[in-house]
């Protein structure tokens, strides 16, 4: 079974910045796309920012300048660098695949959360 590894979370002052890596594992025929999603207590769950297999980037508006989505494709990691953080910018943040099992067979798979907490 495939399985995505999140870490980086933490508790920073607005201004300030984090890294969250994203680890995936397991059956991984290969990587169509991973991405980073947040949602806010209250609030739906939001694509942040993704990146393909031939390495199109795709950031929600809130983000653009400031984070910046990479990878390791021999690792098959995804990193989200996080700078001059805002208190909207507070929630739990998810790693998201979407990998081939097979040369044909596409299949998704959701990582556990790691918690991001922005304060003034």
């Known amino acids: 079974q495939v399985q995505l590894v999140e870490s980086g979370g933490g508790l920073v002052q607005a201004g300030g910045s984090l890294r969250l890596s994203c680890a995936a594992s397991?059956?991984?025929?290969?990587?169509?796309?991973m991405g980073w999603y947040r949602q806010a207590p209250g609030k739906q769950r939001e694509l942040v920012a993704a990146i393909t297999s031939g390495g199109s980037l795709l950031y929600a508006d809130s983000v653009k300048g400031r984070f910046t989505i990479s990878r390791d494709n021999d690792k098959n990691t995804v990193y989200l660098q996080m700078n001059s953080l805002k208190l909207e910018d507070t929630g739990v943040y998810y790693c998201?695949?979407?990998?081939?099992?097979?040369?044909?067979?596409?299949?998704?798979?959701w990582g556990q959360g790691t918690l991001v907490t922005v304060s003034s």
């Open positions: 397991g059956n991984i025929f290969s990587i169509n796309a």
């Open positions: 998201h695949a979407d990998h081939y099992i097979d040369s044909y067979t596409l299949r998704e798979v």
